[in-house]
């Protein structure tokens, strides 16, 4: 699909590694560029055998699928000379260093684009191209704080200090920046088809994060009140939610009174569901701190996944709050093929997520494993006219 493009990756972590993930896996010439000591993203664990090797992290494995990899020290003269070669060549370069880095080493977007007009350029930082915390460092859970999507993150409390906020594990911040980034990227690429010209992409995982808040910026804009994880801070909304099953939990989005009566028949009609108490959306709202102990009494009875089945036959919104475990031998993930397994040549046999997007038969694919630290240097530079010995040298001198 995307075989005709050529894309730099000049970055390390999650964010820009996605990004152009999203792009190999549908046929992209990617070319991921590593200092000498290679991505920090190797040293994360999970690592195959729990072995300390650049070439065993679980996580860069995955998020580094069918690209090609070199080293170089792009702050050496010779190195900033081989990447300004690759950038004349390159339809995309995706990167997440600091601006105020970038410009230091005449790699911002200015000093790019007068090498190569039709450049796109993605930039992926904490907090953006501009402002004054453009410069600062940060990571995920700094990212997820200060967009203000971890404030409210967790079960309602009535005890903030007791139950403070927490930041959502799994690169969630790096993952959302980098999809919004692949967005932005394919959004000027298609523009350059008209004008012929690139465009510099500014992508924040602040504010990839902040599009959550739509909600909460609604209440404090038409209620003058902000959202709180306080129980009664907001006006209550009953739908069921999230309850223990027998063995494990179980959710429930119940939003009519249809709805209401079918989940009701599934429990086996209770005695205390003919309340009227109970009989309106409004009013089991207002007495769900009395209802929900009695919901709960008889959703523990069940099995998380048959009580499941029978709600959706009765077309109640049910799901079960899936495991890990549990979701990777779900039936639905196994029927589409949502996980994929594929051989790495360091750490073996692993299964990975699949296909964010589908497009047929003929598009999404891993192409190859993840590169080996410096796999394809001798292979690019090659291609620039270098020798197996002036390589070597570059390699003695530290460039590559």
Not at 85 to 99: F, M, S, T
Not at 172 to 193: I, K, P, T, Y
Not at 323 to 337: I, L, N, P, S, Y
Request: aromatic fraction near 8%; proline fraction near 7%.
């Amino acid at each position: 699909m995307f075989e005709d493009l050529t894309i730099l990756e000049l970055g390390q972590g999650v964010a820009p590694a996605f990004c152009t993930k999203l792009f190999a896996d549908l046929g992209a010439d990617v070319l991921k560029i590593e200092p000498p000591e290679g991505d920090w993203l190797r040293t994360r664990p999970p690592r195959a055998n729990d072995e300390p090797s650049p070439e065993r992290s679980a996580l860069f494995a995955y998020v580094n699928t069918s690209k090609h990899g070199i080293t170089l020290d792009v702050t050496t003269a010779r190195g900033r000379e081989l990447l300004v070669a690759l950038v004349r060549e390159a339809d995309l370069l995706v990167e997440n260093n600091a601006p105020a880095w970038m410009a230091a080493a005449d790699l911002d977007y200015e000093h790019l684009r007068a090498l190569n007009p039709s450049l796109v350029m993605t930039s992926i930082t904490p907090f953006g191209q501009d402002g004054p915390w453009r410069d600062w460092a940060a990571n995920e859970f700094i990212a997820q704080h200060t967009s203000g999507v971890a404030y409210n993150n967790g079960q309602k409390a009535r005890d903030l200090e007791a139950e403070p906020p927490i930041a959502l594990p799994g690169y969630l911040a790096e993952f959302l920046g980098g999809l919004v980034a692949a967005s932005g990227a394919l959004c000027a690429l298609w523009a350059r088809e008209s004008t012929g010209e690139g465009a510099h992409v500014d992508v924040a995982l602040q504010e990839a994060l902040a599009m959550h808040l739509h909600l909460d910026l609604a209440w404090l804009t038409f209620a003058r009140t902000p959202t709180s994880r306080t129980v009664g801070a907001q006006p209550a909304i009953q739908w069921v939610g999230q309850q223990p099953a027998a063995d494990g939990y179980i959710d429930f989005v119940i939003r009519t009174d249809e709805q209401w009566q079918h989940f009701i028949e599934v429990l086996g009609n209770p005695e205390w569901s003919t309340n009227e108490l109970f009989s309106t959306i409004a009013s089991r709202a207002q007495y769900w701190d009395g209802l929900e102990p009695l919901v709960q009494e008889e959703v523990r009875r069940w099995p998380k996944e048959e009580l499941f089945r029978a709600s959706q036959a009765k077309g109640v919104p049910a799901a079960p709050v899936n495991t890990v475990a549990d979701a990777a031998e779900a039936g639905q993930f196994q029927d589409r093929g949502s996980f994929v397994d594929y051989d790495h040549p360091a750490i073996g046999h692993t299964r990975v997520p699949g296909p964010p997007v589908r497009f047929g038969s003929d598009g999404w694919r891993i192409r190859r494993p993840a590169p080996m630290l410096g796999e394809h240097n001798a292979e690019v530079f090659g291609r620039l006219g270098y020798s197996d010995q002036e390589i070597a040298k570059l390699r003695e001198a530290g460039v590559v």
